[in-house]
């Protein structure tokens, strides 16, 4: 350790003779912890919202989705192998048939899009209502039921008024020319799941039959609508759709959920930087405090800076003393402020969760945001973002005290002594 970080440390710690000055150095410390512990906090608060409202807006709609210009797709079960060797970071793909229907029962009507799905589609991974709590995939594809069964989502069934064992008539946009006129294809269908939960809110809108079943009714046998296409991050999306392209090529038409539903998202990306921005301010005016501390300092020790001079300390050592006690108190507030805001950031469910026992009052209603828990995500990249930024401007904040420091006139300091 050069004598530098030694003077430095002792000057830190040492009694002064002005306490205000020991009062301001740790008013900055403190101020650095709390900008920093804030605005960890506040961008794992952001990262889990945005991760939690992405998830209430998309719902079970594909991370990718392919389809042809031509209408259907024929050669599906090779386009799906394709699929699945192009990125490793596919997880499923799934054949689909969809189309926009009518639902009726006990003299209500709700629109829906009827759509045939294969067993391994992810929408049937989440919890359904089934007759004796049977699984979604077993009631659905019964190949011994008099009549086809029907899933569909919670508000459609307080829409129609069905539950469970319920027939529902679905009537597609299609017509059979007789004598008569054109009649309505009606086919009826019995209810066998119910969502347990209210997805995104475009999942309101999907009411869903086996594929095989609505390959038959609303499509063409053989032919699908699509490829709905799973992936490991919401992230991987778009690269797999810009490859996809690139392989694939004319007639099909690939789109991510991003390009799809991104202005959803963008305005909360936004926030977070926008709250970025303000919440260092705090860190701003805390470094302000240090260039007031490393100021007084210079002042109260100036005596202590002609003799070092005099005694052959250059320039450059009396800069890097004043700035390495800037460093100190910036180091101090940054490593505090990073172990308070990352305690905070993964407790912070827990901790919501007491002040409302305690307080009796509803501080995060999960009715209203659809979340089952205080969402709360850190992200690595965000840490180290906060903490170099924190230390840049600690570091940026003892530059003119330094130099004001390495520029005095040993002479002239000592005159008057």
Not at 355 to 362: F, N
Request: with cysteine; glycine share 8%; proline share 4%.
């Amino acid at each position: 350790m050069g004598y530098e970080w030694f003077i430095s440390l002792r000057y830190l710690r040492a009694r002064r003779k002005q306490t205000f000055i020991s009062v301001i150095s740790f008013i900055s410390v403190t101020g650095v912890t709390l900008g920093v512990a804030a605005l960890i906090l506040v961008l794992a608060i952001m990262t889990g919202f945005h991760d939690g409202v992405r998830q209430q807006i998309l719902g079970n709609v594909p991370h990718v989705t392919v389809q042809s210009q031509g209408g259907t797709v024929s050669d599906w079960p090779q386009l799906v192998e394709t699929i699945r060797s192009t990125s490793s970071s596919v997880i499923s793909a799934e054949p689909y048939v969809v189309k926009e229907a009518m639902l009726l029962a006990h003299g209500n009507v709700a629109a829906a899009n009827l759509k045939g799905v294969s067993p391994d589609n992810r929408v049937l991974s989440q919890a359904f209502f089934t007759a004796d709590n049977q699984p979604i995939t077993t009631v659905l594809y019964d190949e011994n039921r008099t009549q086809p069964g029907i899933v569909i989502a919670a508000d459609t069934a307080a829409l129609l008024g069905v539950s469970l064992g319920d027939r529902i008539n679905v009537i597609p946009p299609d017509f059979t020319l007789t004598p008569f006129g054109l009649i309505p294809k009606i086919k009826p269908f019995d209810v066998v799941g119910i969502a347990r939960a209210r997805g995104g809110f475009l999942d309101t809108y999907y009411a869903y039959i086996s594929l095989e079943q609505a390959q038959h009714f609303i499509g063409e046998v053989d032919k699908v609508s699509g490829i709905e296409v799973e992936v490991a991050r919401f992230d991987d999306a778009q690269p797999l759709a810009e490859a996809l392209r690139a392989d694939l090529g004319y007639p099909y038409s690939i789109r991510s959920w991003q390009e799809m539903f991104g202005s959803f998202l963008a305005a909360l990306k936004l926030e977070k930087l926008g709250l970025f921005i303000v919440l260092g301010i705090i860190v701003l005016v805390a470094a302000f405090n240090i260039a007031t501390t490393l100021i007084m300092v210079v002042m109260e020790k100036h005596k202590d800076i002609a003799i070092l001079r005099s005694m052959g300390a250059t320039s450059r050592s009396i800069l890097k003393i004043f700035v390495f006690e800037g460093l100190l108190i910036g180091t101090s507030g940054t490593a505090l402020g990073t172990g308070l805001g990352l305690t905070l950031a993964l407790n912070a469910d827990a901790m919501i969760s007491w002040l409302e026992r305690k307080l009796h009052v509803t501080i995060f209603d999960k009715t209203v945001y659809g979340m089952d828990h205080f969402p709360s995500q850190v992200e690595s990249a965000d840490v180290v973002a906060v903490v170099v930024v924190a230390m840049a401007i600690c570091l940026v904040a003892t530059v003119y005290p330094a130099l004001r420091a390495a520029r005095l006139d040993p002479a002239e300091s000592l005159r008057y002594e």
